[in-house]
């Protein structure tokens, strides 16, 4: 169903792309609109992966550095049955993970040094069977064009916006314009629709990659209840999708302009999954009330100290 859900929404995404190509250039700009979204998937299909990975400052790890969390890499690939994705890591004290690659066989999964001091080994083995459930649905190419489509979308109009309406387009001037200011926020709406989707299909088949729901259940409220933000994700806010949580907010919602789901909706769907498998549903913390935030993002009082949560200094992930 998920997946069905999916394919439909990108067939929209699609054709609003064609209805913005057609307003401003008529049956030629329909052509043209989808030649430069063809080229710029191309582009974003064949690159995307290491350009994400450079601008959050990853940097590759191996056995030598972290056997353990390898040799869990690699089991959770054999139970996914797919090939050993490079593993990088983050040198930011939010937790926080994502996967990458245009397919399996040239993936990588990234997590953060917070995410690996924060979570214990089965917590980890949650989250990263979350994003090897990415890779194995090729979520990471589907995200990646319906970003690029929406931002293809955005593009084209404010090009039409740009240089104006005219009567002789199919639209008139008027038309034009509205077309220019709302087919953004309806493009934006339906790739986050996409992203949430995703999600909630990569946490069930997660929680069977890793064989235990409630270890990513547990790790999504420790990840939640975390209340950090990623800095590197405010300078390259279009990679927020990517995450297993949200990096610009401490909170998820279910709302039409939010990337990521509720994490007590995800939670729920997770310890429901976990009684249809026979195993006993763990009780768990419960999700912290967002903090009260300045007018710049952070937290009162909050600076750009590198501590953990407990406003100790950061210290090695490896312990």
């Known amino acids: 169903m998920s997946t069905f859900k999916t394919m439909l929404l990108l067939a929209a995404l699609t054709a609003l792309l064609m209805v913005v190509g057609y307003a401003i250039g008529g049956q030629q700009g329909t052509i043209l609109a989808l030649a430069f979204a063809a080229v710029t998937n191309l582009l974003a299909w064949w690159k995307s992966d290491q350009m994400v990975l450079k601008m959050h400052k990853a940097r590759p790890i191996g056995p030598q550095e972290a056997p353990d969390l390898m040799r869990l890499v690699e089991q959770l690939s054999r139970n996914a049955e797919i090939p050993v994705p490079a593993v990088y ?5 939010q937790p926080n993970a994502f996967a990458t690659g245009r397919n399996p066989e040239n993936s990588a999964v990234a997590m953060t040094t917070g995410i690996v001091r924060l979570l214990s080994m089965e917590e980890l083995a949650g989250v990263i069977a979350h994003e090897m459930a990415h890779i194995k649905s090729r979520d990471t190419l589907i995200m990646t064009v319906s970003a690029t489509v929406a931002g293809a979308i955005s593009m084209i109009a404010q090009f039409g916006l740009f240089f104006g309406g005219s009567r002789d387009r199919p639209m008139g001037a ?53 209340n950090t933000m990623l800095v590197t994700a405010e300078r390259f806010p279009t990679t927020a999708h990517l995450f297993i949580h949200n990096p610009l907010t401490v909170r998820g919602t279910d709302s039409l302009f939010s990337t990521h789901p509720d994490i007590g909706n995800r939670v729920a769907e ?3 999954l976990a009684r249809e498998m026979g195993q006993k549903v763990m009780t768990l913390p419960k999700v912290l009330p967002m903090p009260k935030l300045s007018p710049w993002g952070r937290r009162r009082g909050q600076g750009r100290t590198s501590t953990t949560q407990h406003g100790s200094p950061a210290r090695s992930p490896w312990r």
Request: proline share 3%; hydrophobic share 50%; with cysteine.
């Open 89 to 93: 890591l983050i040198d930011k004290d």
């Open 174 to 226: 008027m038309g034009t314009i509205l077309m220019a200011i709302l087919a953004p926020m309806a493009a934006m709406v339906i790739q986050m629709t996409i992203s949430r989707t995703r999600e909630y299909a990569a946490d069930r088949m997660g929680a069977e990659i890793c064989r235990n729901p409630m270890w990513l259940a547990s790790a999504l409220i420790k990840i939640s209840n975390s």
């Open 270 to 272: 997770l310890q429901e």
